[in-house]
């Protein structure tokens, strides 16, 4: 999340991105002004063609080794005879898997490179957007990348549609090619889902059938309705947030957490953080009811977005008179009010009953150190085996309960704090989503796009945004392709980690291996004249902002200038 602004004169903090892209005021001399003005402003329209082109590489990269190093289907009927079939086993599928991670790298680099030009102010929020949906494009018929969470949901689908009860067993009680996709931790696990996308689950296999690879796109589609959601709200979001359009599209549209795992897994997440978005806009722009309402869809599809509903509420009391307790309990009970009657509708027109809510813990049996308070469990517990021979089991119970207990402060403490309403409250939301990512029991890649769908449409300085830029890197690659963990693996997690690494300081400086020196280009220490970076009072240890022409922005030949001294 972006720092909150220091509420003493004086305090240092980094500047929010400004009028010129950086942050940091521009004195007026600096300003472009007349024809100099005209030509950025029309430069800044142009699409980034090429970056486009690049990103849209590496998606159909990753479709094509997604064939044999993805989560495949048991029996394949493209793939599973003939000579594509080598492309799952051996060294078919050593290669397969060579071109997806190179895919991933050209998206990656392709992300980074828009980011340049949004925070140059050279690519507006068309270009971001065009890029979504060329990035996206590919996915769409890939089969699930770094997961089989979408078997599951079939599978689980499947069980309602059967009349059995999806959150008493899992899709092992069926037979058919459905269940014996699903991955062996899911097989008698209870669907941890709401009920409208129990709702959801059984209406695609309605329409699909018993097809696999017609279900995964249609389910995949229907998902891509959050997207489309989030996308809309965007623009209203940051106008009442004070974020910039092209920015908040670039992080939470563009992202390869986007792109690879809400679209090509694809996660039920999507469609929960585009109805969790369009309330929030609703609630800020007056629609207290529709936004409640919309929230309420969204925890119905899966519970997280549950944690976002109080810190609504506040925008409703703060627009209410009386005293805070007063505005406070009309809100409430209103909200209640709305709330009880749409989940109601949603578990009759799924025909499930409250099951959901203690199958909410069956994720629990994954263990990984993402989660913060099992890290910490497992961590000690290694420790402890260093000198007598104990079972994990206690430090991660141990370790998850504290984790569960600090979780409840902050959700209590942000709640507190986001009284006022408004934005506040909104800010205060993301930080709840965001802790409840990170201290729950498990944290899966995926799940830090919940603080992100809201957070976006806030004001980001450049050095945050690379933040975001490692994290997405790493957490993409936390997971093998065909879904299974990599965490463990450490030699791979060490270049996980340099990766993002590398992609985080390439998103603020330009070169960041100093590679320009071996071509006969000037050193990190004499930027060139034109495409460097702007450097810092502090000698360039701060998020720095590339130069115009470090984007390939496309501009008839005849209206190109020399870039300017100072970045636009």
């Not at 689980?156 to 058919?176: C, E, F, K, M, R």
């Not at 449409?457 to 993409?476: C, D, E, I, K, N």
Request: charged content about 10%; proline content about 9%.
């Amino acid at each position: 999340m972006p720092p909150s602004p220091p509420t003493e004169p004086g305090a240092a903090t980094e500047a929010p991105l400004g009028r010129n892209g950086a942050g940091a005021p521009v004195p007026s001399t600096a300003r472009p002004t007349g024809e100099a003005a005209r030509e950025l402003s029309t430069r800044s329209r142009r699409l980034p063609l090429r970056t486009i082109a690049l990103g849209a590489i590496g998606s159909l990269l990753l479709l094509a080794g997604s064939f044999g190093g993805a989560g495949v289907l048991v029996h394949d009927p493209i793939l599973g005879s003939g000579p594509l079939s080598a492309m799952r086993y051996g060294h078919g599928r050593d290669l397969a898997l060579a071109v997806l991670y190179t895919g991933f790298g050209v998206l990656v680099w392709a992300w980074v490179r828009l980011g340049r030009g949004v925070l140059a102010e050279l690519v507006d929020a068309r270009g971001v957007l065009a890029a979504t949906a060329a990035w996206i494009a590919p996915m769409l018929i890939t089969p699930p990348l770094f997961t089989r969470d979408v078997y599951s949901y079939l599978g689980q689908g499947l069980l309602a549609l059967h009349g059995i009860d999806p959150y008493a067993v899992g899709p092992s009680t069926l037979t058919g090619p459905i269940p014996d996709n699903v991955h062996p931790t899911w097989q008698t696990t209870p669907a941890p889902y709401g009920p409208l996308f129990m709702g959801i689950a059984k209406g695609v296999i309605l329409i699909a059938g018993d097809g696999m690879i017609s279900s995964v796109i249609v389910m995949r589609l229907v998902l891509l309705c959050g997207l489309v959601l989030l996308i809309f709200a965007l623009p209203g979001l940051v106008r009442e947030l004070g974020g910039r359009l092209p920015v908040a599209l670039w992080l939470v549209a563009a992202s390869p957490m986007t792109v690879v795992h809400l679209v090509g897994g694809p996660h039920n997440d999507m469609l929960m953080i585009g109805l969790l978005a369009m309330g929030t806009l609703l609630m800020l722009r007056g629609r207290h009811k529709s936004g409640i309402a919309l929230v309420t869809l969204a925890m119905a599809i899966k519970a997280t977005a549950g944690v976002a509903l109080p810190f609504l509420v506040w925008i409703w009391a703060a627009r209410l008179p009386g005293n805070r307790w007063q505005r406070l309990l009309r809100a409430g009970t209103a909200s209640v009010a709305i709330f009880v009657p749409v989940f109601a509708a949603c578990m009759a027109l799924a025909k499930v009953g409250f099951g959901w809510l203690p199958a909410l813990s069956a994720p629990g049996m994954i263990v990984n150190y993402l989660s913060a308070p099992t890290g910490i469990g497992q961590a000690v517990h290694g420790l402890v085996s260093l000198f007598v021979e104990v079972d994990r089991g206690p430090f991660v119970e141990v370790g998850r309960t504290l984790g569960s207990l600090a979780l409840a402060g902050v959700l209590v403490w942000q709640w507190w704090r986001a009284q006022d309403g408004g934005t506040t409250a909104v800010r205060r939301a993301a930080i709840a989503l965001l802790a409840a990512a990170l201290l729950s029991p498990v944290v899966l890649p995926w799940y830090l796009t919940w603080s992100v769908a809201l957070g976006c449409a806030l004001r980001w300085t450049p050095r945050a945004l690379s933040y975001v830029v490692g994290a997405s890197v790493v957490l993409v690659l936390a997971y093998y392709p065909d879904g299974e963990q990599a965490m463990y693996n450490w030699p791979f997690v060490a270049v996980g980690v340099a990766a993002a690494v590398l992609a985080a300081l390439s998103l603020v400086r330009f070169d960041p291996l100093g590679l320009n020196r071996f071509r006969g280009g000037p050193g990190p220490e004499e930027p060139p004249e034109q495409g460097g970076a702007d450097r810092e009072p502090d000698g360039g240890r701060t998020a720095q902002v590339p130069q115009v022409t470090q984007v390939d922005v496309i501009a008839p030949p005849e209206r190109r200038s020399p870039a300017p001294d100072s970045a636009p």
